[in-house]
C-alpha cells in the first residue's frame, strides 16, 4: 500500500536538503516573482487561506517548470489590532475567544499565555511555517520575516515608505469622518471588523423640524423629497433626548443618535428627556415645505439608525406609506394614541417625483407589486426601498408641486436642495456606515470624525490617474475583475492611516501613532528581494539613505554606513526580482489591499517596478455550504492534510473552482482524490518500460490527444484556470489513455512511457509528492519539481485522426444502443455500412453553407449545383431537411475513402469487443435496406442473432 504521508515527508525532507526554493538572483536569467499576501497569524491556515495561497503555489511551480528562476518568498503580518484584540479577548475570559483557541487543541495552561500578543506571534508563526511546508509549498523560507517594531529592519522599511509619502504631500493631516470603535477608542480598518468589511462613512443630512423651542431632527438620504412630507414618525416607547448642540439650539433625538453627533464634531450636552408617546398628535413644521405636521407612532423608528425619528413621504418611501396605510385602516390603533381617526384618514399622498417604472406614487406602487401588507415585513420592505430609491435617483424627475426644482432630474434637485437647507440652516450633516459594521472587540461601530488623523490621500484626483495607468498595463486573472479595480481606484477616499495602540511601525515623524495594518502592507514586496540579506546588517546602520539607494538607487553610495559591496549585491537582488509578477488574493483584497498596492507602488517606484499582475479568487465552500465558523465547517490546514494527505488536498481544493466562482471542497472528492493519487504511482510502476515495439493507427490518435492535453493545459495554467488545468491535464488524459488501453490492448513502450512521464509532468504543479515519487521511480536523477514543464509537438496534432477514433467510438456506442433495442445479448454477426459517396459531398457542402443560413430552400439550391448529389435529389431534400431539424448541423466529417478505411482497420477491434463476427460493407453495393441509412460518420448497422 502507497503511504502517501510517507512519501510527502521523505521529499520535504529532499528538497529542504537540496534547497531547491531558495530563489537567488542570477543576472541573464529569466525570473518569476510571486507572492501571497502576509496573513494574520492569530490563527493557523486554513481551509480559505490554502485556495488562494495554492493558486500562487501552483502557477510559481508552472512558472518554474517553464524555466523561470522561480521566487516565492513569504511573511506573516502581526500589524495592528487582530493579535492585540484577540489578546485582550484572552485577558478578559470572552469564551468565544477561549473557545477557539481550545479548538484549536490548545490547553487551559497555556491559553493564559495568550494574553501576551507576542506570545500569538511566536507560536503562530511557527505553526504556519509547518504547516505550509508540510502541504509542500515551494517557499524561500530564508525571506521571511514578521512586520512591526518587533523587526526593527522591517520597521525602517515602513518608515522609509512614509517619509517620502509624507515629501510628496500624500500623507496629510486631516478631518474626516471614519469608522469608529467606542471600545477600543480606534477607527475600524477592514482587517478588524468581523462584520462589514467594505463598508464606509455615509452623508446624511439631518432635517430640522422646530417643534416648541426645541427642533425635532431626522436623517434623510433622500433629502429632494421634503416636499412630500405628510407626518413625523416617532417610536411611542422610546425615550428621546433633549440635548444642546454647541450652545447654540436644542435638538430632540435618540440617545444613541446624541452619542454619535458627540464624536461628529459638535458639542453635545444632555438637557432633558421626552417620551416618544409625549409626542403624538402634536405638530413640528417641515422645512422645505414650510407647513406643519403632524407626529405619528410607528414600529419602524430604530433609535439606532438615525435620529430614531423618521421624516414621512408616504409618496416614495415605502415604510412611510405603509405605516400611514396602517394607522388609516385602524380606528383602534388611533385612538390608543388619541388621535382622531378622520384626520388621520385625510392625510393624503403628495406625488413629488415622476419615474418610467413607478409613475408619482412609486412607494404606493411598489407596495402593491410585491404584496406588502404591513409595516412588519421588514424583508420585503427593504427591498422595496432599494428599488425605489434606485429608480428615483436614475430616472426620476421632480413634479410640478415641487417649485423652482419642476422637472429637474432627483440627481440633481437632491444636491441643490441638500445645499439649501444647509445654507438657511434647515438642516446639519450626519454621518453614518452605509451597514453595520462589527469591530473584532464585537462592539458595534460607528462614524467619527476625527481631526488629528493621519491620512493616506487616496481621494487625491491626480494620484487616482497615476493608479489607473498603473492597473492599465497590469494582467488580472480573471481580466473580469478589471471593472471591479477601476471602480474602486474612482471611489476611494481619503484613508486613516494610523492607530492609537497595538503592534506596528511608528509614525516616523509623530511617534504616538502607530501605522495600520493595511496601510504597512502595500509595498513590502520589494522587502522581499533583500529579506535574507538585510538580516545581517547592523540595524544602526540602516536609515533612509540605504533604502534610497538600495530600492530607488539614489543616492551617493559613499555616505550610507554599509559596505558598498554589500550596498551593491542588494541592489542588484531588488533589481533582478522587481517588479512582482504575480500576486494573489481572495477579491475582498480588492477594494482595500490589492488597490492600496497600486497607488503605493505609483508613488514609490518609477514604472518599470510597478506590479505586472494581479490574480482573485473567490469564497470557499464547503461541501456546497458557507464556510462560517458558527457552523463549524472551517477546516484547518493541518487536518486536512491528516485526513486527505498533502497531494490530496492541494488538487482538490484546487479543483473546487477558479475565476470569481467560489470554490468548493468536496470532501467526497477529496477522499476519492486520495485514492487516485495512490493508484497513480502504482499505475506508473506496471505500465512503465510496459509494450511493443510496433506503431500501430491507434498510436497516431493517442499521441495526437497527449499533444492536444498538453496545448490546452498549458493554456489553462498560463491564464491561472487551474480548474481547467486539472480537468483536462489529468481527467482528460486518464480517460483518453484509457481509451487507448482498450483498443490497442498492449501500448506502444515509447509511447506509454511518454504518457507516463508527461501525465507526471502536468501533474506536479498540483500533487508534487507523488509526482517526484513517481519520476524517481522511472529512474529520473533530479527532481521534478526542477523538470521542465511538457512542450505540445504541434505536428502530432491530427484532427482527421481524432475524427477517425470519435467514429470509432461512436459506433461502438450505436452498436450497443442496437443490441439494447433489439434485445440481442449474444449476435452472430455484425454489419456496418459506409454511407455512399455523394452524402459525403453533401456534408461538406452544408457545412460550409450552414451557419450562413438555416434556410431549406437555400441550402437545397447549393447542394444541387454540385452534379454528384444532383441524382439523389429527393435522399438530399430529406437528409437537408433533418439536419436543419437538429439545430446541430453537421459534425466535421472524413471523406469517403477514409472513413472506409478507419472502419476496415478496426474491424477486429469490433469484433473483440462485441465476440463476433464483422462485416464492412459499402451502403451503394448493398442491397439490405438498411444500408440507405449510413451518414457520414455513422455507419448504419444491422445485427444479426
Ligand atoms: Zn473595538
Known amino acids: 500500500m502507497v503511504d502517501l504521508n510517507k512519501i510527502a515527508k521523505k521529499w520535504q525532507s529532499k528538497w529542504e536538503k537540496a534547497k531547491i526554493f531558495e530563489a537567488d538572483s542570477a543576472r541573464g536569467k529569466k525570473k518569476f516573482f510571486v507572492t501571497f499576501p502576509y496573513p494574520y497569524i492569530n490563527l ?220 461628529q464634531d459638535k458639542k453635545v450636552e444632555i438637557v432633558g428627556k421626552i417620551k416618544g408617546r409625549d409626542m403624538i398628535g402634536k405638530y413640528c413644521r417641515a422645512p422645505g415645505v414650510d407647513k406643519d405636521i403632524i407626529i405619528l407612532p410607528s414600529s419602524f423608528c430604530d433609535p439606532k439608525v438615525g435620529s430614531g425619528l423618521v421624516t414621512s413621504v408616504p409618496s416614495d418611501a415605502p415604510d412611510d406609506w405603509i405605516g400611514l396605510y396602517d394607522l388609516q385602516r385602524s380606528k383602534e390603533e388611533c385612538e390608543k394614541y388619541g388621535l382622531n381617526w378622520e384626520k388621520i384618514k385625510a392625510i393624503k399622498v403628495i406625488p413629488i417625483i415622476k419615474t418610467k417604472e413607478f409613475g408619482d406614487k412609486a412607494a404606493v406602487k411598489i407596495c402593491e407589486d410585491i404584496n406588502i401588507k404591513n409595516q412588519h415585513e421588514r424583508e420585503k420592505l427593504e427591498k422595496a426601498r432599494k428599488i425605489v430609491y434606485k429608480a428615483g435617483y436614475h430616472t426620476g424627475i421632480m413634479n410640478e408641486n415641487c417649485r423652482e426644482y419642476k422637472g429637474m432630474k432627483v440627481e440633481e434637485a437632491k444636491e441643490k436642495i441638500k445645499k439649501l437647507l444647509l445654507k438657511t440652516g434647515q438642516a446639519d450633516v450626519m454621518y453614518e456606515p452605509t451597514a453595520k459594521v462589527v469591530c473584532r472587540c464585537l462592539t458595534e461601530s460607528v462614524v467619527k470624525i476625527v481631526s488629528d488623523q493621519w491620512f493616506i ?262 491564464i491561472t484556470m487551474f480548474r481547467s488545468a486539472i480537468q483536462i491535464g489529468y481527467f482528460d488524459l486518464q480517460r483518453a489513455l484509457k481509451w487507448y488501453l482498450r483498443r490497442a490492448i498492449k501500448p506502444n513502450k515509447k509511447l506509454m512511457n511518454k504518457i507516463i512521464e508527461t501525465q507526471i509532468l502536468l501533474l506536479t504543479p498540483f500533487t508534487p509528492f507523488v509526482c517526484e515519487e513517481a519520476w524517481e521511480m522511472i529512474g529520473e536523477k533530479q527532481f521534478i519539481s526542477n523538470a521542465e514543464w511538457p512542450k505540445p509537438d504541434l505536428k502530432k496534432i491530427k484532427p482527421e485522426v481524432t475524427i477517425a477514433e470519435d467514429i470509432v467510438r461512436e459506433t461502438i456506442d450505436d452498436i450497443n444502443s442496437v443490441l439494447r433495442l433489439t434485445k440481442i445479448d449474444k449476435p452472430s454477426k455484425i454489419m456496418l455500412f459506409v454511407a455512399e459517396p455523394w452524402k459525403y459531398e453533401l456534408y461538406k457542402v452544408l457545412g460550409r453553407e450552414l451557419g450562413k443560413s438555416y434556410d431549406f430552400k437555400v441550402l437545397m439550391s447549393k447542394a444541387m449545383k454540385n452534379d454528384k448529389i444532383k441524382k439523389y435529389g429527393q435522399d438530399a431534400s430529406k437528409i437537408i431537411q433533418k439536419v436543419i431539424k437538429s439545430g446541430k448541423g453537421v459534425s466535421d466529417v472524413l471523406d469517403y475513402k477514409l472513413e472506409q478505411k478507419v472502419l476496415v482497420e478496426s474491424k477486429k477491434f469490433f469484433e473483440r469487443e462485441f465476440g463476433c463476427k464483422v462485416e464492412i460493407e459499402e451502403a451503394d453495393k448493398s442491397k439490405e435496406p438498411k444500408a440507405k441509412q449510413a451518414l457520414p460518420g455513422k455507419p448504419a448497422i444491422l445485427v444479426e442473432k
Open 457 to 718: 490621500k487616496y481621494g487625491d484626483k491626480e494620484w487616482k490617474k497615476i493608479a489607473h495607468k498603473c492597473l492599465d498595463q497590469m494582467n488580472l486573472y480573471p481580466e473580469n475583475v478589471r471593472t471591479q479595480f477601476n471602480y474602486v481606484i474612482d471611489w476611494l477616499n481619503d484613508w486613516a492611516c494610523t492607530r492609537e495602540f497595538g503592534l506596528g511601525t511608528r509614525l516616523p515623524w509623530d511617534e504616538q501613532w502607530v501605522i495600520e495594518s493595511l496601510s504597512d502592507s502595500t509595498i513590502y514586496m520589494a522587502y522581499y528581494t533583500i529579506a535574507h540579506k538585510i538580516k545581517e546588517i547592523p540595524i544602526d546602520k540602516i536609515d533612509d539613505r540605504f533604502f534610497d539607494y538600495v530600492l530607488l538607487g539614489k543616492g551617493d553610495k559613499k555616505k550610507i554606513p554599509v559596505n558598498s559591496k554589500t550596498l551593491d549585491s542588494l541592489r542588484a537582488e531588488f533589481e533582478y526580482w522587481y517588479p512582482m509578477d504575480f500576486r494573489n488574493s481572495g477579491k475582498d483584497l480588492i477594494q482595500n489591499h490589492l488597490t492600496f498596492s497600486i497607488f503605493i507602488h505609483t508613488a514609490v517606484f518609477p514604472k518599470k517596478h510597478w506590479p505586472r499582475s494581479f490574480g482573485c479568487n473567490g469564497w470557499v465552500t464547503i461541501n456546497g455550504k458557507k464556510m462560517s465558523k458558527s457552523l463549524g465547517n472551517v477546516i484547518p490546514l493541518r487536518e486536512m492534510v491528516k485526513q486527505y494527505s498533502a497531494d490530496g488536498s492541494r488538487i482538490t481544493i484546487l479543483y473546487g473552482g477558479e475565476g470569481l466562482d467560489d470554490a468548493n471542497w468536496d470532501s467526497e472528492l477529496a477522499r476519492s482524490m486520495k485514492t487516485k493519487v495512490e493508484q497513480l504511482l502504482m499505475f506508473c510502476k506496471k505500465n512503465y518500460n510496459n509494450g511493443v515495439e510496433e506503431k500501430r493507427a491507434i498510436d497516431d490518435w493517442m499521441e495526437s490527444k497527449l499533444n492536444e492535453i498538453v496545448k490546452q493545459t498549458t493554456e489553462a495554467m498560463e
Open 44 to 263: 493557523y491556515p486554513h481551509i480559505g487561506h490554502f485556495y488562494s495561497i495554492m493558486r500562487t503555489e501552483a502557477f510559481i511551480r508552472y512558472k518554474r517548470m517553464q524555466g523561470f528562476n522561480a521566487l516565492f518568498p513569504q511573511a506573516w503580518h502581526c500589524t495592528g489590532s487582530p493579535m492585540t484584540n484577540a489578546a485582550l479577548r484572552i485577558k478578559e475570559g470572552e469564551q468565544r475567544q477561549v473557545k477557539t483557541m481550545k479548538d484549536m487543541g490548545f490547553k487551559d495552561e497555556e491559553i493564559k499565555k495568550f494574553e501576551d500578543e507576542k506570545y500569538w506571534i511566536k507560536v503562530f508563526s511557527k505553526g504556519w511555517e509547518e504547516d505550509l511546508r508540510k502541504v509542500g509549498l515551494a517557499i524561500d523560507w530564508r525571506r521571511n520575516f514578521i512586520t512591526t517594531s518587533l523587526n526593527p529592519h522591517y520597521d525602517k522599511f515602513v518608515q522609509w515608505q512614509f517619509r517620502i509619502l509624507k515629501q510628496k504631500g500624500l500623507v496629510e493631516k486631516g478631518k474626516h469622518p471614519v469608522i469608529w470603535c467606542t471600545k477600543c477608542n480606534s477607527p475600524v480598518g477592514d482587517h478588524s471588523r468581523i462584520e462589514g468589511e467594505g463598508e464606509t462613512p455615509q452623508e446624511y443630512t439631518l432635517i430640522k423640524f422646530k417643534f416648541d423651542d426645541s427642533y425635532i431632527v431626522a436623517a434623510s438620504l433622500r433629502p429632494e423629497t421634503v416636499f412630500g412630507q405628510t407626518n413625523m414618525w416617532i417610536d411611542p416607547n422610546v425615550e428621546y433626548v433633549k440635548a444642546r448642540i454647541n450652545d447654540k439650539e436644542t435638538w430632540i433625538m435618540s440617545k444613541e443618535c446624541a452619542n454619535k453627533l458627540a464624536l
